[in-house]
């Protein structure tokens, strides 16, 4: 049977017979991931340090990684385009940062007392944001936990309000209407609020209240219905979990000023953004300032941290103690030297155009293949990322993810990838990061491989 997806003849059955040629050949390619997998399995749950990291038949356990490249534990090397999700703008083993690192490393590691490091990377992440306070944390759940206190620190009021389909990060105040299975999710109009999991207080659900991306009537809405409750709206400015769905004009400037109106705190969660898709993040791109923004992932190079900036008056809630923010490794030197090193030497001006000409390239290319085999895809992206959408739909919100995405090509392409020597994130959830250590010659190969795919998925035998 064919079935007419748009303008392009796909049969379910040719699709479903290379997914499962590509998963042998997976297996069969990282048979040494496998072994791992086993052992590690007797000692982690899934076998994994987290359960992002979880894969079918197994993850595909990393040796090491060289600039644009990395190597499996089987001796498989890949272009890298997954660059852990997003972090890795400067490419693998930067001697910059390394160097920085190194020079660290001799000089102490953690002492738990702040060093100038840390006031370095504060202005710089000022410089960009145009935010004037910061505070250092170790991940981007922490950033996003610390924004949440700050929202309900600052109005007394307990209801968050975040974004339905979005992530970000793991603790209990945003663990909610994460990915909603489409049974449990309610009407669009008033989605129902749902654990990502078990584990948080029964109460979790009823502060924390979701509304869809791209719609701030339905947001509008829902304030007004909850006048008097809410402390913030918590949201990605671009969302980046369901590959990129970035904002229609105006909705962002129209959440500032709804937000701006009731007195309540806006907060950008700019971890996958921000350093990667412009200088200064959305903030930058889209020209819209929150009250606080969270970052993580790309501004420490490669080593874990995070930092929270928030405006002068949410900034003497902290200095003053009323809202805690402190950790022992915050402001740890070895990640402040890898900050420092990655926003001041590395993402340049000039590193952030060679980044956005790649995209673009990368974008181009993908767009011919699309256009040439007459795949049902669009391609969306910014700065450093970038991704094929196997719609030929828009997607503007979490629900026509659900509806309006092929799901079965869009993992076959990820085998394909992984099959031919490019590194991707899995599924549909993620889309690629280039680093400024990416070249034409890394761009050729992912356009090889996409080609093969597109050719293969609309061939008729
Ligand atoms: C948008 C967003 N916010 C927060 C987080 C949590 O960051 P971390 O994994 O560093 O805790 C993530 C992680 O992927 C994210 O994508």
Same mark, same amino acid.
């Given at each position: ?23 042998? &050949?997976? $297996?069969?390619?990282? &048979? ?14 899934? %076998? ?24 499996? =534990? ?53 410089? &960009?944001?145009?935010?004037? #306070?910061?505070?250092? /944390? ?8 610390? $924004? ?15 974004? *339905? ?8 105040? +945003?663990? +909610? ?16 609020? =749902? ?15 979701? =509304?869809? @991306?791209?719609?701030?009537? $339905? ?5 007004? *219905?909850?006048?008097? #409750? ?20 105006? !909705? ?8 701006? *109106? ?46 929270? %900036? ?15 923010? #402190? ?49 049902? $895809?669009? /391609? ?22 659900? /509806? ?23 599924? *549909? ?16 190969? !992912?356009?090889?491989? @996409?080609?093969?795919?597109? &050719? ?6």
């Amino acid at each position: 049977m064919t079935v007419t997806l748009d303008n392009t003849d796909v049969d379910p059955a040719r699709v479903a017979a290379l997914t499962e040629r590509e998963r042998a &050949r997976l $297996a069969e390619r990282t &048979r040494r991931s496998g072994e791992l997998f086993a052992r590690a399995g007797a000692v982690m749950p899934a %076998g994994v340090p987290s359960q992002f990291q979880k894969a079918d038949p197994w993850p595909v356990y990393v040796d090491r990684g060289d600039g644009a490249r990395v190597w499996d =534990v089987d001796g498989n090397e890949y272009a890298d385009f997954h660059n852990g999700f997003g972090v890795m703008c400067v490419g693998h083993a930067n001697p910059v940062i390394a160097e920085a690192v190194k020079r660290r490393m001799d000089a102490g590691t953690h002492f738990a007392a702040p060093t100038e490091g840390s006031i370095v990377v504060a202005e710089e992440l000022r410089r &960009r944001w145009g935010l004037p #306070q910061w505070r250092f /944390t170790n991940s981007g759940t922490e950033s996003t936990m610390d $924004a949440v206190h700050l929202a309900r620190g600052a109005t007394g009021k307990d209801v968050i309000v975040k974004i *339905e389909g979005t992530y970000h990060g793991h603790h209990d105040a +945003v663990m +909610v209407s994460v990915k909603p299975p489409a049974d449990l999710m309610g009407d669009r109009d008033r989605p129902n609020a =749902v654990p990502y999991g078990l584990g948080y207080p029964s109460t979790t659900a009823s502060q924390t209240r979701p =509304v869809p @991306f791209n719609d701030a009537d $339905a947001l509008e809405r829902l304030l007004d *219905e909850l006048e008097g #409750q809410v402390a913030g709206v918590i949201l990605e400015p671009a969302m980046m979990n369901i590959n990129i769905v970035p904002p229609v004009d105006g !909705y962002l400037q129209r959440v500032r000023e709804l937000t701006a *109106e009731r007195g309540l705190v806006l907060i950008f969660d700019e971890v996958k953004t921000g350093a990667a898709v412009a200088a200064g993040g959305a903030t930058e791109l889209f020209g819209v300032t929150p009250d606080v923004v969270c970052l993580a992932k790309a501004i420490c190079g490669g080593l874990p941290g995070g930092a929270v %900036g928030m405006t002068d008056e949410l900034g003497a809630l902290v200095a003053s103690g009323q809202v805690r923010q #402190q950790g022992t490794f915050n402001g740890n030197p070895l990640v402040m030297a890898a900050a420092e090193a990655t926003l001041l030497e590395v993402l340049t001006d000039e590193g952030y155009a060679k980044l956005h000409k790649l995209n673009e390239d990368l974008m181009a290319g993908c767009d011919r293949i699309i256009s040439e085999y007459k795949l049902p $895809a669009h /391609t969306v992206g910014m700065g450093s990322k970038g991704c094929v959408v196997f719609s030929s739909e828009p997607i503007r919100e979490y629900r026509d993810y659900l /509806t309006k995405i092929h799901h079965d090509l869009t993992n076959l392409a990820w085998l394909y990838h992984m099959n031919n020597g490019i590194f991707m994130t899995p599924g *549909e959830d993620e889309e690629w990061t280039l680093s400024v250590m990416h070249t034409d010659e890394h761009l050729k190969r !992912y356009l090889e491989v @996409f080609e093969m795919f597109a &050719r293969d998925v609309t061939s008729v035998d």
